[in-house]
């Protein structure tokens, strides 16, 4: 009886959506963490008859055979691109991007990994790192007496010294913009890597060439929407509990067919 | 020999099968402009010989797909699209020609609108879509008309198979049109918005407990046909 393994196709693909969602709710205080959601596609039909065969028994031509599909598998977990809201924090170094683009940062394998999680912060010698601690491209260091710094949104930054009223740059941060964004590798702690679906990065200053601006003194917030999210997990539940419900009935009528007699 | 048992085996064969439908449509629930199916009962006529009457017996033979618009869901995403109406987006496939109603579309590395596992969207004049990496807001009409930051761009084209009885399901919820696609004017793209599956969980789960039942049926009725034609033979040999 293929109905009980297509019902399970149905059961296994409902739970995985259960998990991304899980996901989705667990990172909902993650900054610059964007929603997944997880697709799906049926899958190959069997053609028991193709349409337009003739059939055997008189010469008619099938007008639409039998097809008969064979159940669901998950096709994707797409990254639903979307800005979140900003939160104001008041830090020097934390900035938001207003727009699409990434910062890239340096890991210490030497490659380079894009985040949009802005909360930065000065390392041990001055140096601009992730929370993390991987420096941010390009390199900036801010001087150990520096008064206040401010950013711009085209990413310049500038330090005041001592009691001088003229600011001094000491460097811009550029963004990394990618043709397929989704296509980027998730590594974890809000990290990306680029790969051959993503497209090469596609390095610019912030506001130019379709790439967002930067904000001082914001964070971006999740973009998970919990109310969304609860929804589509009730859906999910009620899909699993059907497709239960599927084995139940295909397991009667197995029953049936041993009775046969 | 009796011909009653050969005629409850061919429908029990036949609910079999359209049990099988049922388990797809309620698996692809979830299933992104998914179109459920349904099964078609036809009879089939033997004759039985010259003296006798013909016998009737039942063929699951027929498969439909059911064409009802699925309930919309609003996603927000740029690039989920909904057609509204009749028609089907065209994709080009490494083996040819697919028409399908997911409209969850993304862009490839290289800015090419493609389904989610790199099929590539066609416009009205069957040619890639492409996207200028440099564009800020991507906005489509609901004539289908994709703009980039107020430029337009392509018109994402909607097609009809030139036989709907010839198509072909396949993988992906696509449906391969072996007789030939032509344009569809008159529908509505809806951007932001993902066409869900036209599977209705109540009427499914109604009809597999239909099915279940008439099975059970059948069974029933094959076992009283063995306990009627074991008394015939008992008596007659007493």
Do not use: C, W
Not at chain 1, 179 to 196: D, H, M, Q
Not at chain 2, 177 to 193: F, R
Request: net charge negative; hydrophobic share 35%; glycine share 12%.
């Amino acid at each position: 009886m293929r109905a009980l393994r297509i019902a399970a196709t149905g059961m296994s693909a409902q739970q995985m959506r259960v998990e991304t969602i899980s996901q989705n709710l667990a990172n909902m205080n993650t900054t610059g963490y964007n929603a997944r959601r997880a697709e799906f596609a049926d899958l190959h039909y069997q053609q028991m008859a193709r349409p337009g065969t003739i059939n055997s028994a008189d010469g008619t031509i099938l007008p639409t055979g039998i097809q008969l599909g064979l159940g669901v598998r998950p096709s994707s977990v797409t990254v639903q691109i979307a800005q979140g809201s900003l939160s104001q924090t008041g830090g020097d170094l934390d900035i938001a991007i207003e727009g699409e683009g990434y910062l890239e940062v340096t890991l210490p394998s030497g490659q380079s990994a894009y985040t949009r999680d802005g909360g930065l912060k000065p390392s041990a010698d001055g140096l601009i790192v992730t929370s993390d601690g991987h420096p941010v491209v390009p390199g900036i260091t801010i001087p150990d007496d520096a008064r206040s710094i401010s950013i711009n949104s085209d990413g310049e930054i500038y330090a005041y010294f001592g009691d001088r009223v003229e600011a001094e740059l000491l460097g811009q941060f550029t963004l990394a913009g990618f043709s397929n964004a989704k296509g980027l590798e998730a590594i974890g702690s809000n990290l990306f890597l680029e790969t051959t679906a993503s497209g090469p990065a596609l390095v610019s200053t912030p506001g130019v060439d379709g790439l967002g601006t930067l904000r001082q003194g914001y964070l971006e917030d999740s973009s998970v929407d919990a109310v969304r999210e609860v929804t589509e997990l009730i859906e999910a539940q009620r899909g699993y509990e059907l497709n239960a419900k599927v084995i139940t009935a295909a397991d009667q009528m197995l029953s049936a067919t041993t009775q046969i007699r | 020999m009796d011909s009653a048992g050969y005629t409850t085996l061919t429908r029990l064969s036949g609910l079999n099968r359209e049990m099988q439908a049922i388990a797809n449509n309620i698996a692809n629930v979830s299933t992104t402009g998914f179109r459920k199916e349904g099964m078609l009962f036809s009879e089939h006529v033997s004759a039985l010989g010259r003296d006798e009457d013909s016998l009737s017996m039942a063929h699951a033979n027929v498969r439909l797909t059911h064409a009802a618009q699925g309930p919309l869901a609003a996603t927000g995403g740029t690039y989920d699209f909904a057609i509204e109406g009749e028609g089907f987006f065209l994709l080009q496939m490494p083996e040819g020609q697919a028409l399908t109603r997911n409209g969850a579309f993304t862009t490839n590395e290289q800015g090419e609108l493609t389904s989610h596992d790199g099929a590539r969207l066609m416009d009205d004049g069957g040619a890639p879509i492409f996207i200028p990496p440099a564009a800020r807001t991507i906005s489509v009409s609901a004539d289908g008309t994709l703009s980039a930051d107020g430029e337009p761009l392509a018109r994402i084209g909607l097609y009809m198979p030139e036989d709907p009885l010839t198509l072909l399901r396949t993988n992906g919820v696509r449906f391969i049109p072996t007789g030939g696609v032509v344009p569809q004017e008159g529908s509505v793209l809806l951007q932001g918005h993902l066409e869900t599956s036209n599977v209705d969980a109540v009427t499914e789960i109604a009809r597999m407990i239909e099915v279940q039942h008439a099975y059970t049926t059948g069974q029933k009725f094959i076992e009283q046909e063995h306990e009627r034609i074991k008394t015939v033979i008992s008596t007659l040999g007493r």
